[in-house]
């Protein structure tokens, strides 16, 4: 990293985390493509990241700010760089030794491409492989792709391991500081509609871990910032009339999705707030698309087997709390699918039922599991 402006500047934002981002910014000073800098953000932290980042002196630029959120905190960090090519990391991912070298490589190889994708694996919180892989699917225009993503379509590609040319900032601007969480896919779906030119290099460049205190972990935040999200893909700018078409079943998967993620923590904790917090999803899912509750089945068929092995589990009252918030969402079909899927299970069912859902309906997070038995 010498005095001359770098090729790439790589924005890692970290927020407490001092053990994982130690971690994360070695695996980036391990490169084998030299000419960038790593520019890393102290997003407010209350922990030893302050200490953390001071011990490696000049080999990164160290930013401190009062805390601001991923948005922020990259905009801080974009502002300050000064490589043409501007690469994200988060703090509790690893690179690949030659991840730089292959996305510059691929960008250099399709100079009409500006932002460039990468295939990664999952880790666990601690570390260990999983074996899950992820290969990103975009290329050229990727509006529609990202448009039909909300509404249960795989996800085109992640932010960690991204490289994208400094001009797609300058074009359509920065990352949304108003967004808690989306503002990553916010900014993709920005750069989609601005006919920015997406690529997919198929190279495994990216050790995707997601720990508890993940910002897209958090659920309400996600709830926070979704109305603003789905105003900039449907409100924002205009699209061809058979995107903007999408707007009902494409925000009404992504409620029903988070929908699903409350009603996972409620299952957990059996907090009543995650249970309203479902039913507020679920209502505007309803509101977006009337039929899309009722066709949401793994939705349903998840929760009801596994209230169902809960103890003290009341039917009449899953129903009044949950049935309640739909009746002004006309959510009626809704009603009749739940109180039906319900009244039909026997009490002695019930214990049977929670304890075959997983084998029968592929929760969310043990998909892997559930499709190795499958296939064995």
């Known amino acids: 990293m010498g005095q001359a402006a770098p090729r790439a500047s790589v924005i890692m934002p970290v927020h407490n985390r001092a053990r994982l981002a130690r971690l994360a910014i070695d695996s980036v000073l391990a490169q084998s493509y030299e ?27 160290t930013i401190s700010r009062a805390r601001g959120g991923p948005a922020a905190a990259r905009n801080t960090a974009i502002r300050e760089s000064r490589g043409g090519l501007l690469a994200l990391v988060d703090s509790d991912d690893l690179a690949w030794p030659d991840y730089l070298a292959s996305q510059i490589g691929f960008l250099d190889a399709n ?8 295939a ?109 999200y789905l105003d900039h893909i449907f409100v924002d700018g205009n699209l061809p009339p058979a995107l903007a078409a999408l707007r009902p079943a494409t925000s009404a998967g992504y409620y029903c999705q988070l929908g699903l993620a409350f009603l996972d923590a409620f299952v957990k904790t059996g907090s009543g707030q995650k249970l309203e917090y479902a039913a507020i999803c679920l209502q505007r899912a309803a509101r977006f698309h009337p039929g899309s509750v009722g066709h949401q089945s793994l939705v349903w068929d998840h929760f009801i087997n596994a209230c169902a092995g809960m103890p003290g589990f009341r039917r009449d009252r899953l129903l009044a709390t949950i049935g309640a918030g739909f009746h ?17 299970r026997p009490a002695p069912a019930r214990e049977a039922a929670a304890k075959n859902a997983e084998e029968k309906i592929p929760h969310k997070r043990s998909t892997w599991a559930w499709f190795r038995r499958r296939s064995a």
């Open 328 to 344: 002004a969402a006309e959510g009626e079909e809704w009603q009749r699918q739940v109180r039906r899927a319900v009244e039909s």
């Open 120 to 228: 990664w694996r999952r880790i666990g919180p601690d570390g260990s492989q999983l074996p899950q892989f992820g290969f990103p699917t975009v290329s050229g225009n990727a509006a529609e792709q990202w448009i039909r993503y909300g509404g249960g379509f795989p996800v085109p590609m992640i932010t960690p391991g991204t490289v994208f040319r400094r001009s797609v900032a300058d074009r359509i601007g920065l990352f949304d500081e108003g967004l808690e969480t989306w503002e990553d896919v916010d900014f993709w779906i920005r750069a989609a509609k601005a006919g920015i030119v997406f690529g997919s290099n198929p190279k495994l460049l990216m050790e995707w871990r997601r720990t508890p205190d993940s910002v897209g972990q958090d659920r309400e935040a996600s709830l926070r910032s979704l109305p603003r």
């Open 35 to 61: 000419d960038f800098e790593l520019l890393v953000v102290d997003d407010g932290s209350t922990d030893e990241v302050p200490a953390l980042l001071t011990s490696y002196g000049t080999r990164l630029r």
């Open 111 to 118: 100079p009409h491409v500006e932002i460039a994708a990468c």
